[in-house]
């Protein structure tokens, strides 16, 4: 199958990001998937090239982007190069991001606007069920191993110090970075409470809703994707045995196949959509 891939289109919110699309040479308007990476991540992090390819190939139109604040930029998209933009995210930047992704690519040639899906894993997952309960356009939604609330901040004395230095850092196990957050990240949080209540998007949610997570999570326990399970009316919670938060997948991923966890969620993914 002859696959057609974009690779770093340029998208505006409050500022410049990047989007990928990946998708198979067709004459039929395809159902199209929006990838959203979670918190440290990034469009071509690890085996996310090669997860985008197996949905293209199983007839999907599959898109990933950066998040114009994670931390990336146009010029250097596949390492944190601009931490005053990664300190300077929140979840409102976010969801705006996600917006203008949404209404970029639907009205692609290739794409079957009345079939829009969300993908998003760990925080994107989060974000994304917030963006379902917002965009009625959307007709599905699938996490992978997703929070179930965005009150992920530092708590009692850290927060205390959050306030009173005004950052707080945490170190990228991987590059060793000290990644700074902005108190101004809680502030929105706090601002938005109401509308960042993953739980109560949840109870609104209408459309067929798939929950994936693996048994040995090491970052999000399993429990989250349990309790969105039982917080969403129409939803399946699927837990592939052995996979971690990443579904084994790592950065850099040098192999040209997908982990066994990682293509076992996929398989689930294209099972789910072709059948819902």
Not at 17 to 32: G, H, T, V, Y
Not at 228 to 257: M, R, V, Y
């Amino acid at each position: 199958m002859n696959l057609i891939k974009q690779k770093n289109i340029i998208l505006k919110s409050s500022r410049e990001f990047l989007a990928d699309a990946i998708f198979p040479d067709s004459e039929e308007k395809l159902p199209i998937i929006i990838f959203v990476h979670g918190y440290k991540g990034y469009k071509d992090w690890g085996a996310w090239e090669l997860m985008g390819e197996k949905f293209a190939k199983a007839g999907f139109y599959f898109v990933k982007f950066n998040f114009s604040h994670n931390g990336t930029t146009i010029d250097n998209p596949n390492n944190f190069a601009d931490l005053e933009a990664f300190g300077q995210n929140n979840y409102s930047k976010e969801l705006d991001d996600l917006e203008v992704v949404i209404n970029h690519f639907k009205n692609q040639k290739e794409v079957d606007s009345n079939k829009i899906i969300l993908l998003g894993h760990s925080r994107g997952g989060g974000i994304s069920i917030i963006k379902v309960s917002e965009n009625k356009l959307i007709t599905k939604l699938i996490t992978l191993a997703s929070v179930s609330t965005l009150d992920r901040f530092p708590k009692n004395e850290a927060f205390e110090n959050w306030i009173k230095e005004g950052v707080y850092f945490v170190e990228n196990a991987r590059t060793k970075q000290k990644m700074p957050h902005y108190f101004q990240f809680y502030q929105d949080f706090e601002i938005n409470k109401d509308r960042f209540d993953v739980e109560k998007a949840c109870e609104n949610l209408t459309i067929p809703t798939l929950f994936i997570h693996g048994s040995d999570d090491e970052s999000v326990p399993l429990n989250h994707s349990e309790n969105l399970h039982q917080w969403t009316k129409d939803s399946h919670l699927e837990i592939i045995e052995n996979a971690n938060h990443t579904f084994g997948a790592k950065e850099p991923w040098g192999n040209d196949c997908l982990p066994k966890e990682l293509d076992e969620a996929v398989e689930i993914c294209i099972n789910f959509l072709k059948k819902s």
